[in-house]
């Protein structure tokens, strides 16, 4: 942040669990704007906490990013692309692709493209030399 111009101590990040992380910026009076991005569950807590200080709050709580295949497309291209864009983090990013729209003239082409790519991938143990897939977050992702 200081390399890019923002003066010492504007700008802070605070990781950890949100369940004692959250409570206690939003109830100290120094904190004056919170940013989080994480599930809609953890965002909601945040809000109620929030209100009675009407500290300011961005959410990022999820998105629904489309992924959209035009028939002048290189397909190669965007099956690659596609895998990205769903796949980066074991798809647990706010920004992956969860809707996936391709025109109907090239969908069977371009589908038989993305599934030889997917099935291609490999599964492990992320910090594995040669995998692409680490593991979920938790069991309940």
């Known amino acids: 942040a200081i390399q890019a111009g923002i003066p010492k101590g504007v700008l802070q990040i605070v990781t950890g669990k949100s369940s004692v992380v959250g409570g206690v ?16 569950e953890v965002g909601r807590t945040l809000m109620a906490q929030c209100a ?28 690659d692309g596609l895998i990205a864009a769903k796949y980066r983090n074991a798809g647990q990013t706010c920004v992956c692709a969860n809707r996936i729209y391709v025109q109907d003239t090239i969908k069977d082409e371009f589908l038989k493209i993305f599934l030889k790519k997917v099935a291609a991938l490999s599964v492990g143990d992320g910090l594995k030399e040669g995998v692409d897939i680490g593991p979920l977050i938790n069991q309940g992702a």
């Open 52 to 79: 009675p200080t009407i500290k300011k709050l961005s959410l990022e709580l999820g998105g629904n990013a489309p992924f959209i295949v035009f028939d002048d497309a290189d397909l190669e291209k965007a099956a």
């Open 25 to 40: 910026l939003t109830a100290d009076k120094r904190v004056h704007k919170l940013s989080f991005t994480g599930s809609t």
